[in-house]
């Protein structure tokens, strides 16, 4: 590489070569030394006047480019000449969070030595362990907490790393997050539990470890939804499928009233509503507005769906507490498919709301 020949910078800076001229991304040589991680060309850059905390065009170090290329060599020369080792780029993160970022134990372990903050938050409220769990970087997440990173930690959104290891469906690092104290029911801002993360992104394993540690599997959150209702939302049948086999109350409701089998209906989950029936969901069962899962499909013209309540005992006249049935809804929705199917499956036409019928 150009950049790691100090004999050709020696020949060049006799002849007007600028040392410190950014390219597009507002890179310097001395960014570009420590992505290939030259110790001998960066030596020589910043002895021939190279700004050790020069920044390119998201405000990132030759510091920030070394930690997330594991050079811990050059890092550790940069930092030895000046390097600020908490200097943030424009995400707010510090060479920290970028070595977290790529599982690289051995440079965060060297940052840490020389000064870096472990609980340090970038623009998001995240520390590296944050960090480290979105990436599933185990080791780099033993390190950090062994060397005081707090383990229950928020970020702007209310989430610790247990949190953010559910939403990757990061297995191990959750198991060892828990293993060193994290509140495996701590809640986020909108009151919900690593369970209800795990759950809207179908991380089964997740969900099984966590349960298996003393995740309540019945925890609402702050539209006193359970996982199991976050579950149906993303028809995710097979963590569904858990829950029940775990305790999760399939009737259920949130605040709406609805059950999982409504928020199922809502999304067109045809698999995981078909779950739900065959565990006990009650078919009929109203929400706070009287209306059942069938009124819902036919609110979101979830023909399939609506299909498959009906064939499991779905009341097609049910009317809900504006005296709507299931066609009132279709109709008032220009959902002419699951009208059409609602007909030829014993609606009444001329069912009246409040004076009026579907047509």
């Not at 000046?82 to 200097?87: D, R």
């Not at 809502?266 to 009650?282: D, M, Q, R, V, Y």
């Amino acid at each position: 590489m150009f950049f790691d020949i100090p004999s050709l910078w020696e020949y060049l800076l006799p002849h007007d070569a600028n040392i410190k001229v950014k390219d597009i991304n507002g890179r310097t040589a001395l960014h570009y030394v420590a992505l290939n991680n030259s110790k001998e060309a960066a030596e020589f850059l910043i002895s021939h006047g190279a700004n050790v905390n020069e920044k390119d065009n998201i405000e990132q170090t030759a510091l920030h480019i070394a930690a997330s290329h594991n050079s811990k060599e050059t890092a550790e020369f940069l930092i030895s000449h000046g390097a600020n080792v908490n200097e943030k780029d424009n995400n707010g993160q510090t060479a920290l969070h970028i070595a977290a970022s790529h599982n690289s134990k051995e440079t965060a372990e060297f940052l840490i030595s020389h000064g870096a903050n472990v609980n340090e938050k970038d623009n998001n409220g995240q520390t590296a362990l944050h960090i480290a769990a979105s990436h599933n970087s185990k080791e780099t997440a033993e390190f950090l907490i062994s060397h005081g990173a707090n383990v229950n930690e928020k970020d702007n959104n209310g989430q610790t790393a247990l949190h953010i290891a559910a939403s990757h469906n990061s297995k191990e690092t959750a198991e060892f997050l828990i293993s060193h104290g994290a509140n495996v029911n701590e809640k986020d801002n909108i009151e919900q539990t690593a369970l209800h993360i795990a759950a809207s992104h179908n991380s089964k394993e997740t969900a099984e470890f966590l349960i298996s540690h003393g995740a309540n599997v019945n925890e609402k959150d702050n539209i006193e939804q359970t996982a199991l209702h976050i579950a149906a939302s993303h028809n995710s049948k097979e963590t569904a499928e858990f829950l029940i086999s775990h305790g999760a109350n399939v009737n259920e409701k949130d605040n709406n009233g609805q059950t999982a089998l409504h928020i199922a209906a809502s999304h067109n989950s045809k698999e995981t509503a078909e779950f739900l029936i065959s565990h006990g969901a009650n078919v009929n069962e109203k929400d706070n507005n009287g209306q059942t899962a069938l009124h819902i499909a036919a609110s979101h013209n979830s023909k399939e769906t609506a299909e498959f309540l009906i064939s499991h005992g779905a009341n097609v006249n049910e009317k809900d507490n504006n005296g709507q049935t299931a066609l009132h809804i279709a109709a008032s929705h220009n959902s002419k498919e699951t009208a059409e199917f609602l007909i030829s499956h014993g609606a009444n036409v001329n069912e009246k709301d409040e004076g009026k019928t579907a047509l």
